[in-house]
């Protein structure tokens, strides 16, 4: 059973434009959002995070919006550079158990 | 801050070998340390959990005394395959987390490759 699930295995944006990748999660109990970048051969970078009292927060280009009703969150990067060019993850927790529930990633192009 | 080192970024040995992994926090205290597996183009696998001075906790399906998980200090945890088979060929990626905030700082992974 997937509790965290990132529906589109890649996306491709233009340079400049925003770029929106979305994350759904099952479990009611999560409390605490993470996103991170990986570039290949590399470990995962984190960032930025939402905690679930909140509805959005912000990082000079990237947005994390948390819609709990939906078991929603995406994020924003705004605008997309070819820097941006990696596979996102999308990770949950649930309490203070410091373990990440993993989305299955994102591959985000940006095209000059 | 919140740098995790890894080492050695690339290893590769013979069947039957066993390999250590080093996972280091250089400027922090971590007081819980992952090990995660990547298989390709798939998510980040969790391996097993480890806090200092006690035994690890491993995820269903892992094999602890196949992957055998020390975590000595606050700022070192080794991930040791024993008697390594081609299947064990994968990306490692340890991380690190401080009491606050949940956030885990990821070390560059080690690439092992068995022959």
């Known amino acids: 059973d997937q509790q965290v699930k990132q529906n589109s295995p890649s996306l491709s944006v233009q340079e400049g434009r925003i770029s929106i990748l979305n994350c759904d999660y099952t479990n009611s109990m999560f409390d605490y959002f993470l996103w991170y970048k990986k570039y290949p051969a590399e470990g995962p970078t984190f960032l930025i995070s939402i905690s679930s009292i909140k509805d959005k927060n912000e990082d000079g280009r990237f947005t994390v919006f948390l819609n709990k009703s939906a078991k929603h969150l995406s994020l924003h990067i705004v605008p997309s550079q070819p820097g941006d060019s990696a596979v996102y993850f999308c990770a949950a927790s649930a309490g203070s158990n410091y373990q990440l529930i993993w989305g299955a990633g994102t591959k985000l192009i940006i095209k000059p | 801050g919140a740098v995790v080192s890894q080492h050695p970024s690339r290893v590769i040995c013979k069947s039957g070998t066993s390999v250590k992994i080093e996972c280091r926090s250089l400027?922090?205290?971590?007081?819980?340390m992952f090990w995660y597996r990547q298989f390709p183009k798939q998510s980040l696998m969790l391996m097993a959990t480890?806090?200092?001075?006690?035994?690890?906790?491993?995820e269903q399906g892992v094999e602890k005394d196949k992957f055998l998980i020390n975590h000595a200090s606050l700022t070192l945890s080794t991930l040791t395959v024993t008697s390594a088979h081609p299947e064990d060929s994968s990306f490692y990626i340890c991380?690190?987390?401080?009491?606050?905030?949940?956030?885990?700082?990821f070390g560059p992974g080690t690439r092992l490759t068995v022959t």
């Open positions: 991380s690190a987390s401080r009491a606050t905030p949940y956030e885990q700082y």
């Open positions: 400027d922090f205290q971590a007081t819980t």
């Open positions: 480890s806090n200092e001075g006690s035994k690890a906790t491993y």
